[in-house]
């Protein structure tokens, strides 16, 4: 009796189903290695920001303590983003007629608030305290890159759960979930 289906049949079956398995396993795949790839995660990308501020300038050239602007960093959650006043004490004599600080100036006479770009943000269900990081000597650099040799801040770490959790066995800090997670 002849077979019901040439044998082609079988070998089409077969490759389908082949085709299939690996779409259905290779599409997830891709996507997760995607999404820890540096440009989905902005790493490197330096953002651009309303007011051409430099920390080469700050930093390096004169001198400033990154405690002077972003005065939390050593006793709170948040490392804070310095207020436009911060930028007058300096910036009153010469350069406050200039173009580069319109904003600053605006800013101050109106009180609003200058808008900086975010550059390092986790998602809102992480937990992350600055303070005990900095307390327990770890630089700023470990985490930020060099930023004094930055023209525009850029996200230097992956800032990915294993990159925490990594650092945190390796120097005996909480590793369980309501650590980060609360
Ligand atoms: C004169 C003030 C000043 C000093 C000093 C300063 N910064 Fe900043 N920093 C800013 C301002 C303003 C911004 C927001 C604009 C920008 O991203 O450039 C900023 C942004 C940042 C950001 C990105 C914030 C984000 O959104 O994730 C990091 C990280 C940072 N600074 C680290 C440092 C470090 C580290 C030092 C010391 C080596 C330092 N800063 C010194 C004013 C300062
Ligand atoms: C401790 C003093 C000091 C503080 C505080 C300070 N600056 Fe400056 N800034 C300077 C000096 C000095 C220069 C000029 C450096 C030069 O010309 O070489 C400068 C230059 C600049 C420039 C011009 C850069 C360029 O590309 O020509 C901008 C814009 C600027 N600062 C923004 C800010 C902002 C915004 C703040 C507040 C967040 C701030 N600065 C706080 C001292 C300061
Ligand atoms: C252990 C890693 C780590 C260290 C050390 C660290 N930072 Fe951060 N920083 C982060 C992370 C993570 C974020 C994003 C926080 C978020 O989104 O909640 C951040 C955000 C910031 C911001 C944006 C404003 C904010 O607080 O969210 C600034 C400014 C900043 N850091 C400055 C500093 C400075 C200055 C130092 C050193 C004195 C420092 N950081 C040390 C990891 C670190
Ligand atoms: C370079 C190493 C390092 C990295 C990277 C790091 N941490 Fe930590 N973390 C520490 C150390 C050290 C401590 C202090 C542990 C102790 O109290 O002895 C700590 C403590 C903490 C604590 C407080 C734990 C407690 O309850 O005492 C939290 C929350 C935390 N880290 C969150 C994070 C998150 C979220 C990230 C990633 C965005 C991160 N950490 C990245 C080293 C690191
Ligand atoms: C030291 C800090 C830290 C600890 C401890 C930690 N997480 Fe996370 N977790 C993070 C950070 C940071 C992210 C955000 C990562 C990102 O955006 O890529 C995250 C993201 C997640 C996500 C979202 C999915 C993902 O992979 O992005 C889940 C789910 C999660 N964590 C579960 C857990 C569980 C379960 C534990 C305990 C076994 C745990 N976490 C312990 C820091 C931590």
Request: aromatic share 8%; glycine share 4%.
């Amino acid at each position: 009796m002849a077979a019901p289906f040439p044998r082609w049949v079988n070998t089409l079956a077969r490759a389908t189903l082949i085709a299939a398995v690996c779409t259905l396993v290779g599409v997830p795949v891709a996507l997760m290695a995607w999404v820890r790839t540096p440009n989905a995660t902005r790493r490197f990308q330096p953002v651009a920001q309303p007011i051409a501020f430099d920390h080469r300038i700050h930093v390096t050239g004169q001198h400033i303590d990154c405690q002077y602007c972003h005065f939390s960093v050593e006793r709170a959650a948040s490392a804070g983003i310095p207020p436009s006043s911060t930028c007058v004490p300096c910036h009153s004599t010469v350069w406050m007629n200039s173009s580069a600080l319109s904003l600053v100036r605006q800013s101050v006479a109106t009180g609003t608030p200058l808008h900086w770009n975010r550059v390092n943000a986790l998602p809102g269900f992480v937990y992350f305290n600055h303070a005990i990081h900095v307390n327990k000597g770890i630089k700023c650099e470990n985490c930020h890159g060099r930023v004094e040799r930055m023209a525009r801040v850029y996200q230097a770490a992956p800032l990915t759960m294993s990159w925490c959790v990594d650092c945190h066995r390796t120097v005996r800090a909480p590793t369980n979930c309501t650590t980060c997670h609360r």
